[in-house]
């Protein structure tokens, strides 16, 4: 069963970046649609930008311009570059993946465990 891992979560104070990673335990999923929801207990998990095996992304407005996501195919790993972190965006962060699925629909058959951003002064 493949594996999502993700990485690079932390502690950060407002304005600051952060870069998530999402490592595959499989080369396959270089081939599939990668993407980054983010989470606050209490309210429903958020998409915040997918992009396919070629790097073409789209975004949702919940962070904009703010985040950028991005991919090496030869790491079988996904990228979230996260900039002006505003307090609101701590979250639990979730990479997730789909062989079939990328545009029209967030709903993705493999997900990670997640990994916390903290933006906190």
């Known amino acids: 069963q493949v594996q999502l891992v993700e990485s690079g979560g932390g502690q950060v104070q407002p304005g600051g970046s952060l870069t998530l990673s999402c490592t595959a335990s499989s080369h396959t999923v270089s081939l599939y649609c990668m993407a980054w929801f983010r989470q606050v207990p209490g309210k429903e998990r958020e998409a915040v930008a997918r992009a396919n095996s070629d790097g073409v992304a789209t975004y949702t407005q919940e962070m904009g311009d703010r985040a950028t996501i991005s991919r090496d195919k030869g790491k079988n790993t996904a990228y979230l570059q996260l900039n002006g972190l505003k307090l609101e965006d701590s979250a639990m962060y979730y990479c997730?993946?789909?062989?079939?699925?990328?545009?029209?629909?967030?709903?993705?058959?493999?997900w990670g465990h997640g990994i916390q951003v903290t933006v906190s002064s």
């Open positions: 997730a993946a789909d062989p079939v699925l990328c545009f029209g629909t967030w709903e993705y058959s493999m």
